[in-house]
């Protein structure tokens, strides 16, 4: 494998890491610096659900989407702490097949279901209306996976209150899709970003301070941005790790500049080290 910088960014001292790279080689690459170490692992993978508009590949894996899922979070889980937890957003398609493989993996008492309602009339303004076939879709799920939840450190208090399995008032796919516009100045970039607000809630109630925090289909780059953002309001030295492949040269033209963009809009103080990863048969063939 070879791991070859691209650009430094922002503040000098920061040691948070884009890798761009086909996530598979990067969780192994990991595995020596990493293993262990890892509080928050925040996903959102492909669906399988094989709309073709999104721009990126959502279906027909080699082997199948769960082998595909199954083997990065296996290599995954090990990067974990003992303290450690991984949220995955998934949607009803492939719901029951990731629950199957998390039950494996990290025992079903360490497994939680919560709920992301991704359409929500206050965050909604410029929200296109899609075509309806039976059930409008509203909601989409987040399967929380504990290390061990006896374990788990979890700051899990909202306003005072213990955090629901239902996750409201956080923003939604359009409102998503508004802070890249504010951002990069085009709404459209990218079709499936999740809310700021909601990773940062995330982070938030799972992380310490001094937390890594990886996303490795880190697609826009929100688990960044959320990641500084709460930083800066509570005074945190958590730092990323955000792994996504250059599909549509989206880690070029969407991850790259938007966290550059948030750096410098918001005033993070922070900065990134920008990587290509090249698994060494990739290698054999440069
Ligand atoms: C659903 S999107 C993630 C959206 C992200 N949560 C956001 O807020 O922008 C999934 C991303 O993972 C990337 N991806 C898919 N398969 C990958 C793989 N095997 N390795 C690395 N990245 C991958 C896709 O190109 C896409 O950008």
Redesign the pocket.
Known sequence: MKLELVESFGNALSENMIIE????T?LEYLQEEFSGKIDVIT?????NTDISH????DSNFENGWST?IKE?LALAKILMSDAGSMFI?IDENELVSLLEICYDLFGKENVNILVWPKIDEPFDMNRVEKPVFNIKSAHEYIVLCYMDKKNTVFSNMRNGKPMESIIKGLGTTSS?KDEIAQLLGKREM?S???PMRL?EEIIRISSQKDSIIL?????????GHATMSLNKFDGGRRKFIL???D??D?CKN?TIPRIKKSIEVYNYRDGFNYYKLRSRYQCDLF
């Open positions: 790279s086909e996530n598979i990067a996903i959102d993978p492909p669906y999104i721009g990126y590949r595909f990065r957003n998503a990218f499936t970003p999740k990773l996303d490795f289909f880190a697609g826009s780059g929100t688990t792994v996504t492949n599909e549509n989206i969407v």
